[in-house]
Structure formats: structure tokens, C-alpha cells
């Protein structure tokens, strides 16, 4: 009960300042890993440390491609770094799974709400169709017909539209904890 307290302060005060100063401070997300590790070493021993450790080298790796593409902020690494700190590698990869969800209807809203969502989806589309060309050739020639032309070019990993994902990956926790870690929604 103790690391779901821990876990949830810490993620709430993260998604916090996110929001508002649209940064992580370190203070909260290391004080968080090293709650994280104390609380395994007394609670699980060398064994219970040996998860904790676990679970922090799989926030960091989980988020680490997107954060070298630009997509996400450090501090949303080490945050879930500290989410896999203290609850484990399964707290970490649930949390992110059910946060990723969260972080698209996030964004879905926030480009609706500046009237780019259409045009960032259609951007999302001809790259995707882009994509199937090299698998399947010939295919995005006769697809590529049925798309309208793009108003304008976005970037889709910047359509000019960003958001604190901490708090996506809050919502991530609290849905991974109120399923009880698992796939199934009750």
C-alpha cells in the first residue's frame, strides 16, 4: 500500500509541475527513484532492490528511443524511471501502456481544440501510406488517390502542439493500479 502512495505522490506532483512550468523537476523524480529503491531494500531485501533496479532500467529504456527522437521530455524518462523504481518493471510497462492511451486522447484534444487534428491526421496518414509503399509496392500509388492534399505540411512528431505527458503517464498509473496491473478492465 505504502509504494501505491509513494507512487501516486510522486507521479501527481511530477504531472504537477508539468503542466504548470512544463517541466519535471529533478527533486521530485530522483527523490521518487531513491523512495523507490529504499522501500524495496528494507520491504524485499537483495531481492526486492534486484526488482526495484529492474523496474528503474525499464522506465529509462521504455522511454528512451522517443525521448532521443524528441518526443518526450527527460523528465517524463525519469519519471517513469521512478514509477518502475517503485513499483517494478510490470508498474512501469502498465503505467506507460494505459498512459500511452491517455497521452493520444490528451493530444487528440489539444490539436482539436487549436483546429490542427485534421490536418496533423492526414499528415499521420500519407506517412503511414509513405511507409506501406516500401512494403508493398504499387499499393500507395492507388491509395494515395483517395487522400485529399494536405493544406499544409506537418511534421508529425511536431505538429506545433505539445503536452505535459507526465500527466498522461499519471492517468497511466492510476489505470494500471486500479486494473490491478493487468489487461482486463473491471
Known sequence: MLRLVIAVVVTGLAAWHDWKER??????????????LALALVSGGLGGLGQS???FLAGTAILFVPFALGWVGAGDVKLL????????????????????VAGGI???VALARRRRLGVTLRAILVGFLGFLSYIIPGLVGRTVRVVRPLEEAVPVPHS??????SAAIGIGLVIAIA???????M
Open 23 to 36: 517541466r519535471v523537476p529533478n527533486r521530485v523524480s530522483i527523490t521518487g527513484i531513491f523512495l523507490g
Open 53 to 55: 533496479v529492474l523496474g
Open 81 to 100: 524511471a521512478a514509477i518502475g523504481a517503485i513499483m517494478g518493471p510490470k508498474g512501469a510497462a502498465y503505467s506507460i501502456l494505459y498512459g500511452a
Open 106 to 108: 490528451i493530444s487528440a
Open 160 to 165: 506545433g502542439v505539445a503536452i505535459p505527458y
Open 179 to 185: 486494473t490491478r496491473f493487468s489487461l482486463a478492465f
